[in-house]
């Protein structure tokens, strides 16, 4: 009977649409900019997987040296984002290629302040990337797609 209770505990907070507030009002749209800055890494040419994962969707981009930058909108509810790092001119599949996985806080960021993350890889260097988070104006909110 426990199990069973918990799992209707479980359905019921799934079902309440998590973007929306108590009083029923519509979420805040935000705009999520990653920037890969640099690694300090003796790799060569390096290429990053941003993964976005919302309640209801999971999204991801790519970025390089040669585009570094990459948005997303996100509309309210909680987020995790996160970073893998490769070595783009290792073998594909070669163990050696993979240069670590970076959590990236989006709960630590205020709106409108720039955060700066630092982490160090697996073989060496540390990771820079900086992150903006931006309430976008209620013209652009009513949209609510992606970029």
């Known amino acids: 009977r426990r199990r069973r209770r918990a799992q209707q505990v479980r359905h019921a907070e799934v079902r309440r649409p998590a973007a929306m507030g108590d009083a029923g009002e519509l979420p805040t749209v935000e705009l999520l900019t990653i920037e890969l800055l640099d690694t300090g890494s003796p790799a060569g040419a390096l290429h990053a997987t941003v993964t976005v994962a919302e309640p209801m969707r999971r999204r991801r981009a790519n970025a390089t040296a040669a585009a570094p930058r990459c948005a997303f909108e996100?509309?309210?509810?909680?987020?995790?984002?996160?970073?893998?790092?490769?070595?783009?001119?290792?073998?594909?599949?070669?163990?050696?290629?993979?240069?670590?996985?970076?959590?990236?806080?989006l709960e630590a960021m205020r709106p409108g302040v720039p955060h700066l993350v630092q982490r160090g890889l697996l073989h060496g260097g540390i990771l820079r990337v900086r992150l903006r988070r931006e309430r976008l104006p209620e013209s652009r909110a009513d949209v609510g797609g992606e970029q």
């Not at 509810?77 to 073998?91: E, H, I, M, T, Y």
């Open 74 to 105: 996100l509309a309210g509810g909680p987020v995790r984002c996160w970073l893998d790092l490769w070595d783009a001119d290792a073998a594909a599949g070669s163990p050696g290629g993979f240069l670590g996985k970076v959590e990236l806080p």
